[in-house]
């Protein structure tokens, strides 16, 4: 294998990482792997909120723009690329106002609403069960459904699942098949209810735990159950996931718990910081706010632990990414994504990988023109943001067994807001290649980085870098911000690589 020739007998890779100022040396522990890194880790989130969905997935089978059943031929192609491991649908906040029977049957007879969650914007549900499943299908993705607990009843939600799952045998599952689809589909996640501190309901944590007990032992799909997720906490109120898990049924009801996470560029709510155009300052403070996700998956580790749910009850991050201010007048939620989502991105997946054992699934908030998009489009018009190409460049990881990593980086800053200028990753794939995500999240200074090669001659990968702290890419000139290849040669049983300011490099060892 390579990864044995090149590690040998040794029980450590090390990388030696050298600024001008600074030396640092990252261990890689081949003799302790944490865990398989869940290709669900790299999940996406579509919910019906702005352009997510209609015009940015769906513009349907008569529109101009070339598409599948509806769905855009671009978008598709490039989501296929990514090889989408698992989608989150209807929501999000939306979830608790969407009931299911809206969303079926012929599309033009289907009745339009209003999206009361987001704006009271029209919503016309072209896109509805079978569209999403179908969507799923092609992409050879799993499936994670939201069902309404806000204002729906257990009787609703029964009903959504049996026709979605039942082979045969009831009206629903004939009404399924008069719909245009014989066979069920599968749902491989399910989660009852969303946010229900704040969108969701307000409801106290007891009061949820009671409504979800309620609901968990009641719903019911055709053949094995899918992973059943409680709506758990955000950042920095892990106390209500405590309260909830303090209910005695949770171990029997329950796969795991969820955890929202956030970057906000100054932390502040109201004005959360722009998108471009911002200050060294706010690099800064996004990359110290972003690397705060550890403390908030240790903390909820810990909570888990406390009730002694077992090894087996997950920590679902089901909604993250950066949440900057939008452009007046665009759809909800959209935003322009830079050279400093894509660090954001990495950095998040190198966090996830150290608590691959505990952390199954996270779900980028959103996959199209809302939030951290992997893609934005504007009519016709479509472009990868550099998100989507740290999403692209990380594929080797889905299903890799990740690999300790320890190392003592420059850091950039002082005292709260200081951070290491490096961080770096490692797995072992099931091809037993070795792996190393690397991010240089200096705004302004490149670091040399020198991995062992034992007796290894190359490494191949690609490096994602920007000219400015703010660089994207437009509909005018969608190229600003790509991966360049990138291939170094073993030189005195080494490989040496010079990390650019603010980049993401990802190498396999050959």
């Known amino acids: 294998m390579i990864f044995n020739r090149l590690l040998g007998s040794a029980a450590s890779v090390l990388l030696m990482a050298g600024a001008a100022q600074a030396q640092t040396m990252i261990e890689i522990d081949r003799d ?8 669900e880790v790299y999940g996406q989130f579509v919910e019906h909120l702005g352009a997510g969905i209609y015009d940015g997935i769906w513009v349907g089978e008569d529109s101009g723009i ?19 491991p698992v989608m989150r649908w209807p929501g999000g906040c939306y979830a608790d106002l969407y009931h299911w029977r809206d969303g079926i049957g012929p599309r033009e007879q289907r009745a339009g609403t209003v999206n009361m969650a987001w704006g009271g914007t029209p919503e016309s549900n072209q896109f509805g069960t079978h569209e999403f499943f179908d969507l799923a299908e092609r992409l050879g993705a799993k499936t994670y459904l939201n069902v309404n607990l806000g204002t729906g009843t257990p009787g609703e939600a029964q009903a959504w699942l049996e026709y979605i799952t039942l082979p045969e045998g009831s009206d629903l599952a004939e009404e399924r098949k008069a719909n245009g689809r014989e066979e069920p589909w599968t749902i491989d996640y399910l989660s009852i209810g969303n946010e229900t501190w704040g ?12 409504l979800y007990a309620q609901w968990a032992t009641l719903l019911k799909t055709a053949g094995e159950m899918p992973k059943r997720v409680i709506s758990g906490s955000h950042e920095g109120n892990i106390d209500y996931s405590g309260e909830i898990l303090d209910h005695p049924g949770m171990g029997e009801l329950a796969d795991g718990i969820s955890l929202h996470y956030y970057t906000l560029p100054t932390g502040d709510w109201g004005d959360k910081g722009e998108a471009t155009g911002f200050p060294e300052a706010e690099w800064n403070s996004t990359i110290t706010r972003t690397l705060r996700m550890e403390e908030a998956i240790e903390q909820s580790l810990a909570m888990i632990d406390k009730h002694e749910l077992g090894q087996d009850f997950g920590l679902y991050v089901d909604e993250w990414g950066m949440w900057v201010n939008g452009p007046e ?3 909800a939620l959209y935003q322009q994504n830079t ?8 950095l998040n997946f190198h966090l996830f990988h150290e608590h691959a054992d505990r952390v199954p699934m996270t779900n980028i908030a959103q996959m199209v023109n809302v939030l951290q998009a992997m893609i934005l489009t504007d009519g016709p018009d479509m472009l990868l943001t550099p998100t989507y190409h740290v999403f692209e460049m990380y594929r080797p990881f889905q299903g890799a067994t990740a690999l300790p990593v320890s190392l003592d980086a420059p850091m950039i800053g002082e005292g709260e807001g200081a951070f290491a200028a490096i961080s770096a990753t490692a797995a072992l794939t099931e091809e037993d290649e070795l792996v190393v995500g690397l991010v240089n999240a200096d705004p302004n200074a490149a670091h ?5 090669a034992g007796d290894a001659r190359r490494a191949r990968g690609r490096v994602l870098t920007a000219d ?7 509909f005018d000139a969608p190229d600003t911000v790509v991966p360049e290849a990138l291939s170094v040669r073993a030189r005195d049983g ?5 990390l650019p300011p603010r980049s993401v490099t990802v190498l396999t060892v050959e």
């Open 329 to 331: 007048g665009a759809p």
């Open 494 to 498: 080494s490989f040496t690589v010079e």
């Open 468 to 474: 400015s702290i703010d660089a994207h890419n437009t």
């Open 199 to 210: 969108c969701g309901g307000n409801m106290r944590p007891a009061y949820y735990a009671d």
């Open 32 to 39: 302790a792997p944490i865990g398989t890194i869940a290709p």
């Open 448 to 452: 040399r980085v020198t991995m062992a």
């Open 339 to 346: 050279i400093r989502d894509a660090v954001v991105a990495a």
């Open 66 to 84: 070339a598409n599948t059943d509806g769905i855009r031929d671009d978008v598709f192609a490039a989501l296929d690329r990514l090889d989408v």
